[in-house]
């Protein structure tokens, strides 16, 4: 007779897993199967049990929260179920082909968080994913696909054995890949937030991913399971960010080795010269034409990189700018979206149309209609936009910089902060960089007012609230606004109006100032770089004005707090 081996792996929950134990001892009787069970408790293990290979016929059930089974076991258990469910029902656990066992056992979710920055809050989603998981007793795997690429990368066999592929991000995740599983797209937001809520809403409502066409490259994907302009925009944006980045620190460096005449012919053959031919004429060049190009593919997958980038090109070219390029990616995103999905072709060339038919249509559509209905408009739009900022002075650029501010302070990484964001990265590539200046300034206030306040309004916070300060102050000098988060989420009402008046503060300041800065992220630790930022004790003022004025008004309007 085959026998069964059962491992109770109850930690803190001794007494829980000394009841299922005996209830599964009893539901073996029943059915007079033998079986042996192991306890695992935090004060050690009782009869340990050592079950055959799996060609012995030996089944092995484990009973605990998944993340608490070392890989040997989960490899090797016939069947994993919480302590719940033997509980509620002992022979449905034992009876291991049973539809009541299969819905008993542990679930296996593989997911993916991502964000157009990949810093903050792709690693805060994952957290809160995996703290979800743990709570609900479940198995999950989670890829963070951030700033330096993926993270955890998910094997093909966890795939294969996952429930429910769960996608938390606020940028397009390529998912050719989970073809044939049931996949469920959210943005970042509900997995920090609730990560539990999100889990169950996936098992539950989560659809089977489209398989992919025939041929090495996936046509693209209904637009129907795509997401909004927002999200595609973020991905254009996420995609540039690099360009900007690397561009600005080249040419900033250019004109600290060989001052303002470092794009000079009389320069030529310097380093200086050369520092800024790298970073100008390559590498922002390619900003626009990257930003259209992966907002192409955010909508219509690989076969809108090409017509977006060569529609961004056109863009700079007709000096329509990021406006240009982001119409363009729209453009040619949309499409070759409608072109995938309105040309039919026998099964056996149905390989070409990925990489043939829509790339030279869909180059063709966007070109024409860059070049003669769109690019002359959107860059008279660029020119008196560009204009219009290089000129503000005055009660102008306060009613900018405040807006600015508020705006990078109001969801601290979400959609109202990633816009004014997205707006201010999109006027580096016209050499406009003022607002540059005052959203980095404003992003950076929220979590370093926090940290002030934790010190001089202690009675406002908890133990573990002004303990955490500290590392809201690392956040915040590294100009990651999500580090406010945690202490905006449990009194919104007072911190988030607190935390919008010191950043509409500090970007004000900064635009009448005319602070310029040419590097878009990595807030205090790339001022030291000359020729990054201009006038840069009037920047420091702005940064230290708003982290006082938000660090009083929350000391002003924040209760204290019972202290334990």
Request: hydrophobic share 50%; charged share 15%.
């Amino acid at each position: 007779m085959k026998r069964i081996f059962a491992i109770v792996d109850a930690r803190e929950s001794g007494v829980t897993g000394v009841l299922a134990g005996e209830a599964l001892r009893r539901a073996a009787r029943d059915i007079g199967s033998p079986i042996e069970i192991e306890l695992r408790t935090a004060q050690g293990i009782v009869n340990p049990v050592s079950p055959g290979p799996t060609e012995s016929g030996d089944r092995l059930l484990f009973v605990g929260a998944a993340d608490t089974a070392d890989a040997a076991t989960r490899a090797r258990a016939d069947q994993m179920v919480t302590l719940e469910a033997v509980l509620a029902d002992p022979a449905a656990a034992l009876d291991m082909q049973s539809d009541r066992a299969v819905a008993g056992r542990v679930r296996k979710i593989v997911a993916i968080t991502s964000c157009p920055t990949g810093i903050a809050h792709t690693f805060m989603a994952a957290e809160g994913l995996q703290e979800g998981a743990r709570q609900l007793g479940y198995d999950i795997h989670v890829e963070t696909q951030g700033s330096v690429g993926a993270g955890n990368p998910l094997t093909p066999e966890q795939i294969a054995e996952a429930d429910v592929v769960l996608i938390a991000a606020d940028r397009e995740v390529d998912r050719a890949r989970f073809a044939g599983k049931r996949v469920l797209v959210s943005n970042t937001k509900p997995a920090i937030t609730g990560g539990a809520a999100l889990i169950e809403k996936a098992l539950a409502e989560a659809r089977v991913q489209g398989e992919a066409a025939s041929g090495d490259a996936p046509t693209a994907s209904p637009a129907s399971e795509r997401a909004g302009p927002y999200k595609h925009l973020m991905t254009g944006v996420s995609f540039m960010l690099p360009f900007v980045v690397a561009g600005g620190l080249l040419i900033a460096l250019a004109f600290a080795l060989g001052g303002i005449h470092a794009n000079d012919d009389a320069a030529a053959g310097t380093l200086a010269h050369a520092l800024f031919t790298i970073g100008a004429k390559a590498g922002f060049a390619l900003m626009v034409p990257a930003l259209a190009g992966y907002i192409a593919y955010s909508i219509a997958d690989r076969p809108g990189i090409a017509p977006g980038m060569i529609g961004g090109m056109l863009a700079s070219t007709l000096g329509a700018g990021f406006l240009g390029g982001i119409v363009a990616g729209f453009i040619a995103g949309y499409g070759v979206d409608t072109l995938n999905r309105a040309i039919r072709l026998p099964k056996n060339l149905q390989g070409l149309k990925p990489v043939l038919i829509l790339p030279l249509l869909g180059t063709l559509l966007t070109g024409l209609l860059m070049i003669y209905a769109v690019g002359t408009p959107v860059a008279a739009a660029l020119a008196f936009l560009t204009e219009w900022l290089r000129g503000m002075q005055g009660s102008n650029a306060v009613l900018l910089g405040l807006i600015l501010g508020a705006m990078m302070a109001f969801d601290m990484g979400g959609p109202v902060n990633k816009a004014a964001y997205a707006f201010s990265v999109g006027l580096v590539a016209s050499q406009v960089y003022t607002p540059m200046a005052a959203t980095m300034a404003a992003g950076m206030t929220p979590p370093l007012a926090i940290a002030l306040a934790t010190r001089l309004f202690r009675t406002r916070f908890t133990a573990d609230e002004r303990e955490a300060g500290a590392a809201a102050a690392v956040l915040g000098l590294a100009f990651i606004s999500e580090g406010a988060i945690p202490f905006a989420a449990r009194d919104p009402l007072r911190m988030i109006p607190s935390l919008m008046a010191g950043s509409a503060v500090t970007g004000a300041i900064s635009m009448v100032a005319g602070v310029e800065l040419r590097v878009p992220h990595g807030g205090v630790f790339v001022l030291p770089i000359p020729g990054a930022v201009t006038h840069l004790a009037a920047y420091l003022v702005a940064i230290l004005a708003g982290v006082v004025v938000s660090a009083l008004l929350i000391g002003v309007l924040k209760r204290p707090v019972a202290q334990a």
